[in-house]
C-alpha cells in the first residue's frame, strides 16, 4: 500500500524557518517525481515545487522561489521542503504528493504550518 | 503563465442529479488535465487524468471531457459520498502545475 507521511509542521514566527519531511513506503520511491502543494485556510490547492527521480532537477512556484527548497533522499525514502523567510501567506497544510502520468496520483495526510507572532 | 478557470464556484444538487462542472484554460493544453475530489479535513483525491481516464477504483458515474481550452467533469448521478470540493489541474507546463479554484458541490 502506498503511503506518504509528512512531518515537521507547526508554529513559527514570521521571517523563520521549517522543515517539513515526507516518508514513503509501498514503493519503489526513487523511480518516482515527487512534489509539494500546499492549501491555506478555507482556499484552494497550491502547486509549490517538483523534483526529478534522481533529485537533480527541480522546480519552483514563484510564490516560493528563493525562499523554499526541495531535497529528496532515496537511501531513506524521503522528501524534504526546507522552508526560509516564512510569511504570513506561508500557513497552510503541506501535502507531499507522488507523481504518476504528470500529475499526483497519492498524496499525504498534510502538516499544518502556520507562521505568526 | 496557463491560468485554469472553475465555474460555477460552487453549486447546489440533490442526490441523484446529474453535475458538470467546467474548466477552462488561458491557452491549448492538448488533453493535459485532471480532476480531483477534496473532502473536509482530507487530501486529494484523482478522479480523473489526461482529460478523460478514469482513475483506478474510481466509480463510472464520473467522467471527464475536453481538449484544447474547455474541460468538464460530470458526475452521472450524484450521491451522498460525491459532496465535495472538486479541482482541475493542468499539466501541459509539466513539471509547473496549476490548479483550478475549485468547485464545491454542496447538498440542496
Known amino acids: 500500500e502506498v503511503q506518504l507521511v509528512e512531518s515537521g509542521g507547526g508554529l513559527v514566527q514570521p521571517g523563520g524557518s521549517l522543515r517539513l519531511s515526507c516518508a514513503a513506503s509501498g514503493f519503489t520511491f526513487r523511480s518516482y517525481e515527487m512534489n509539494w502543494v500546499r492549501q491555506a485556510p478555507g482556499k484552494g490547492l497550491e502547486w509549490l515545487s517538483y523534483?526529478?527521480?534522481?533529485?537533480?532537477?527541480?522546480y519552483y512556484a514563484d510564490s516560493v522561489k528563493g525562499r523554499f527548497t526541495i531535497s529528496r533522499d532515496n537511501a531513506k525514502n524521503s522528501l524534504y521542503l526546507q522552508m526560509n523567510s516564512l510569511r504570513a501567506e506561508d500557513t497552510a497544510i503541506y501535502y507531499c504528493?507522488?507523481?504518476?502520468?504528470?500529475?499526483?496520483?497519492?498524496w499525504g495526510q498534510g502538516t499544518l504550518v502556520t507562521v505568526s507572532s | 503563465d496557463i491560468q485554469m478557470t472553475q465555474s460555477p464556484s460552487s453549486l447546489s444538487a440533490s442526490v441523484g442529479d446529474r453535475v458538470t462542472i467546467t474548466c477552462r484554460a488561458s491557452?491549448?493544453?492538448?488533453?493535459?488535465l485532471g480532476w480531483y475530489q477534496q473532502k473536509p479535513g482530507k487530501a486529494p483525491k484523482r478522479l480523473i487524468y489526461?482529460?478523460?481516464s478514469l482513475q483506478s477504483g474510481v466509480p463510472s458515474r464520473f467522467s471527464g471531457s475536453g481538449s484544447g481550452t474547455e474541460f468538464t467533469l460530470t458526475i452521472s448521478s450524484l450521491q451522498p459520498e460525491d459532496f465535495a470540493t472538486y479541482y482541475c489541474l493542468q499539466h501541459n507546463s509539466y513539471p509547473l502545475l496549476t490548479f483550478g479554484g475549485g468547485t464545491k458541490v454542496e447538498i440542496k
Open positions: 489526461a482529460a478523460s
Open positions: 523534483i526529478s527521480s534522481s533529485g537533480t532537477t527541480v
Open positions: 491557452q491549448g493544453i492538448r488533453n493535459d
Open positions: 504528493a507522488r507523481v504518476s502520468e504528470w500529475t499526483p496520483d497519492y
